[in-house]
């Protein structure tokens, strides 16, 4: 018997403070951009934590993880690479695992920020430069 | 009107981008960044200034509404104040609120360790700590204040000044250069 399970995808509207959110497992594409400003991340990523964790248990063969800050703020940054280390951990287990990181064309400092996490979880990230938002 | 006309050109001659003095709840903040950020972008033709200051601005808001103590709540209670002007060569910050006087050794201590790292020591200091996920040593002010002091490239600025026995004035002001910061 073949057992099939499918996740629904993770999906949230974009608000002031908070990123638009679009995790597919069917299809591998994560997709996060716009804002990360709340002052307490912990409550919005909370859900976002609970998805992911659901799908490392059961990934798709391949992740690709699409991030596109406009900004982000210290708070959110720690929430953001606690997600970023679960789908990286994939890796481990031969799952493959690409993340590419957007940033506004001459926003140096978010290039960087990218580099950062880069450097932290020892993956090689993609950068990209887009026209400014 | 010649009383308004010179408070007038005193307000313009420095270049006044906010001021703000009450306390600071979640509500207000959102409020100042609003206020602030459509006059950055008409300002400030540098993206990349314009993205620094906003960041670091907002480091400094959220680190005022997370450990600022209310005015009301406290005897020789004062209020939060908020002062961010444009100058020529650079954008300056000044904020001014309440706090414990059980946070200003420490809070003391790792403003003068920042003061005392390179743009590498910096960077490796911010990575450390976001990467170990612990920020119950310094709260979360403490990576916002290395982040402060990374995206300026310059001193951050401070002082205390005692209330009372329990309470102090925390003074923090930080600078933005209007050129390409130097890392």
Redesign the interface.
């Known amino acids: 018997m073949i057992q099939i399970w499918t996740m629904d995808p993770l999906i949230i509207p974009a608000t002031?403070?908070t990123p638009y959110v679009n995790f597919d497992a069917s299809s591998g594409d994560f997709k996060i951009s716009g804002r990360s400003?709340p002052?307490h991340p912990s409550e919005y990523y909370a859900q976002v934590n609970t998805w992911v964790d659901k799908y490392v248990h059961a990934p798709g063969g391949e992740t690709h993880i699409s991030i596109y800050f406009e900004?982000f703020?210290?708070?959110s940054?720690?929430c953001i690479?606690?997600i970023l280390k679960k789908l990286s951990s994939l890796r481990a287990s031969g799952s493959h695992v690409a993340i590419e990181w957007f940033y506004?064309?001459?926003?140096?400092?978010?290039k960087d920020a990218g580099l950062?996490f880069s450097?932290?979880l020892k993956v090689p990230f993609k950068l990209t430069s887009k026209p400014?938002i | 009107m010649t009383e308004y006309n010179e408070f007038y050109r005193q307000l313009h001659s420095e270049s006044i981008m906010l001021t703000y003095k009450g306390e600071i709840n979640?509500k207000m903040?959102?409020a100042i960044?609003?206020t602030v950020e459509p006059r950055l972008n008409l300002l400030e033709p540098?993206?990349?200034v314009r993205?620094?200051l906003?960041?670091i601005f907002?480091?400094c808001i959220?680190n005022i509404?997370?450990h600022q103590v209310s005015k009301s709540s406290i005897m020789d209670g004062q209020p939060t104040l908020v002062l961010l002007t444009a100058e020529e060569h650079a954008y300056c910050i000044r904020t001014g609120n309440t706090v414990s006087n059980d946070l200003i050794h420490e809070l003391k201590e790792w403003l003068d360790v920042i003061n005392t790292l390179s743009p590498d020591e910096l960077?490796i200091s911010?990575?450390k700590i976001?990467?170990r996920?612990d920020?119950s040593n310094r709260g979360?002010a403490g990576?916002?204040f290395i982040?402060i002091a990374r995206?300026s490239g310059q001193q951050l600025r401070y002082a205390f000044e005692r209330l009372n026995e329990s309470y102090s004035i925390f003074s923090f002001l930080v600078t933005v250069p209007r050129t390409h910061a130097v890392r």
Request: net charge negative; hydrophobic share 25%; proline share 0%.
């Open positions: 002031n403070t400003t002052e900004y703020n210290t708070s940054s720690k690479l606690e506004e064309k001459e926003d140096e400092d978010m950062d450097e932290i400014e | 979640s903040a959102s960044m609003e540098d993206l990349r993205k620094r906003y960041n907002l480091e959220q509404v997370h960077k911010h990575l976001l990467d996920g920020f979360t990576l916002g982040d995206r």
